[in-house]
């Protein structure tokens, strides 16, 4: 039985939050392709997928560690991720599906505490999680399948990229809440 006084609801100031989330992720993920494919170029995908792929994965600690609310990892990754499936990226509608995918997972580091921290391990843990979806999504829809170790690296890679972006997210939302 859920207590009412339990019930966190939004306020507009939390999606005011969500909303200027979304435009300036939008932005930031429809920025990350260029160097994302520069270094991938020079690099290759492991390094490229290190530096940047977390970037993709930070707007969901960001309004976790802001709003501190169920669903705002979720909401703050999936909301970017529509807007930029709209613009022009080369992943297209498919960006949409990668938000609402990652931030389900990212929505798991908050789901496991029951909501009652909102710390640096959480935001770590969290942009950490969104890297099974992203991983599973690049083989799925894009091909990007290798053999099992090779897969089993990218997704280790991924994971700390999403963990050092999820720890910076937490330390944005620390200045920002300051």
Do not use: C, H
């Not at 992203?134 to 399948?145: K, M």
């Amino acid at each position: 039985m859920i207590v009412v006084s339990q019930v966190k609801t939004y306020n507009l100031i939390d999606i005011i939050t969500l909303g200027v989330i979304a435009a300036v992720f939008a932005v930031v993920f429809t920025v990350m392709w260029t160097p994302y494919y520069a270094i991938k170029a020079v690099g290759g995908p492991i390094i490229a997928r290190l530096l940047t792929y977390g970037a993709w994965f930070m707007a969901a600690p960001l309004a976790a560690s802001l709003i501190r609310k169920p669903l705002s990892a979720l909401l703050g990754e999936f909301l970017p991720a529509l807007l930029e499936s709209v613009l022009p990226t080369p992943g297209g509608l498919t960006n949409a599906i990668y938000g609402l995918a990652q931030g389900f997972f990212s929505e798991l580091a908050y789901v496991a505490g029951r909501y009652r921290r909102f710390g640096l391990i959480e935001a770590a843990v969290s942009g950490a999680l969104a890297a099974i979806p992203a991983v599973t999504l690049d083989a799925v829809l894009f091909g990007e399948i290798y053999p099992w170790g090779y897969m089993a690296l990218i997704l280790v890679i991924v994971a700390i990229s999403g963990a050092v972006y999820g720890v910076l997210a937490y330390w944005v939302a620390r200045a920002l809440r300051a």
